[in-house]
Structures are given as C-alpha cells and as structure tokens.
C-alpha cells in the first residue's frame, strides 16, 4: 500500500514562531494538497499544487502560508508567525486516481 | 455552490449491528465520489471510490451506493465492530478539477459493546 508520509508527527511551538510541515507524497503522484483539521471539526482545504505551482487556494491560505517542493520529493507547508488558532492537525495528500492521505502533522500553538 | 451533506451528523449503534451513512451532495460537473474512515487523530483513510456510472462499491463489511440523478450516496456498514467507531467523510470531485474536492463534515459512528 503506498503512504504518504508526514513530519513532525506533532509540534509545539510558540506564538508568533515560523513552523514548517514536511510531507513525502507519493512518487508517481501529480498533485499535492495541504488540508487541516481543527480539534472537532471538518477537514478544510489550503491548498492544492500541480506542476511545480499553486492550483487552487482556499480564503485560509493567506500570506501567512506558503508551500514549496524544494526537491523534487518533498511538499512543505510553512505557516510563518503562528497564531493560536493555527493549532490543528495538517494533512497532506497526494493523488493518482485515488487521493491518500499522510497520517498528519498535530500542531500546537502556545 | 459546490456542497456535500452528511447525515446523520452523529451514529451511535451497538456491535454487531448494520447501519447506513448518508451523503448528498451539490457537485457539478461531478466526477466522482468517495467515501473515507478517519480514525481519531489519524489521517483520513479511503474506503470506496465510485465514478457517474457506477452504482455500488463493495470493500469488506463496508458498501457504498451512488444515485447520481439524485446526487445521493450511502455507506452500509454490515455487522458493526468496535474498530468501526470513527468519523466517514464524504468527498466529492469536480470532474477535470483534479485539485477541486469538496468534503463533507463526517459521521460520527460510535460502537457500542
């Protein structure tokens, strides 16, 4: 079964601090997604990347968020100045056919 | 707008039971739908995939139906387990949108011994 995988699994950092989530998709896969759930809810969308760029972004993805695949195998997620409500689980995700998830990275903000 | 309903928001059964999961949804153009477990504080997990014509998807004890003139699907889960309590998550994808997918916000099934 491929996986997507994810790190850290959990991070706490403090308030105001840049935070970055790395995530290793799929190989053979085309696009890559960042996701996030905050404690209790539904899974929200940030952002979805195809060939190198941004596809779409959601209202949540502002400045404060960027992502990069500086390698050609590595999809990061930068969340610069944490806020509080920026503590959530974030998922990446890649896709074929089929969309798989990593197991998420549990961010705190304190 | 682009939209997908679950109901109930909530489950709450014994083990051993059957039950069935709701999911209606708004997409256009549709391309197809999925249905996820998301085990607490875990990614979430494909269950079933099921494209405009196909009807029903089997994995398991689990079984998803597509109505796709009405925009309904469902998710039969037949002789309920402990290891079934978790929340299913209904996503739905915009055809030639491979970035546009829209999730519903879950049930949450609970099994009791």
């Known amino acids: 079964e491929p996986e997507v995988t994810q790190t850290p699994s959990h991070q706490v950092t403090q308030m105001g601090q840049e935070v970055i989530l790395r995530c290793v998709p799929i190989?053979?896969?085309?696009?890559f997604y960042w996701y996030r759930q905050i404690l209790g809810q539904k899974v929200e969308f940030l952002v979805s990347?195809?060939?190198?760029?941004?596809?779409?972004k959601s209202e949540i993805f502002d400045d404060q968020f960027s992502v990069e695949r500086p390698d050609g195998s590595n999809f990061t997620l930068k969340i610069r100045s944490t806020k509080l409500e920026d503590s959530a689980m974030y998922f990446c995700?890649?896709?074929?056919?089929?969309?798989?998830f990593g197991e998420g990275s549990w961010l705190t903000v304190v | 707008k682009n939209q997908v309903e679950q109901s109930p928001q909530s489950l709450i059964i014994l083990e051993g039971k059957n039950c069935t999961l709701q999911c209606n949804y708004t997409v256009s153009p549709f391309s197809n739908l999925r249905w996820y477990k998301q085990d607490t504080g875990r990614g979430p997990v494909s269950l079933t995939i099921?494209?405009?014509?196909?009807n029903t998807k089997s994995n398991g004890r689990y079984t998803a139906t597509l109505d796709a003139d009405t925009k309904q699907s469902s998710l039969h889960i037949t002789a309920s387990q402990l290891s079934d309590s978790a929340s299913y998550i209904c996503?739905?994808?915009?055809?030639?949108?491979?970035?546009?997918?829209?999730f519903g916000k879950g049930t949450r099934l609970h099994i009791l011994p």
């Open positions: 990347f195809y060939n190198n760029e941004i596809s779409e």
């Open positions: 099921m494209t405009f014509s196909e």
């Open positions: 996503v739905v994808s915009v055809m030639n949108r491979d970035d546009k997918i829209i």
């Open positions: 995700a890649s896709s074929g056919n089929t969309i798989y």
């Open positions: 190989s053979n896969h085309l696009y």
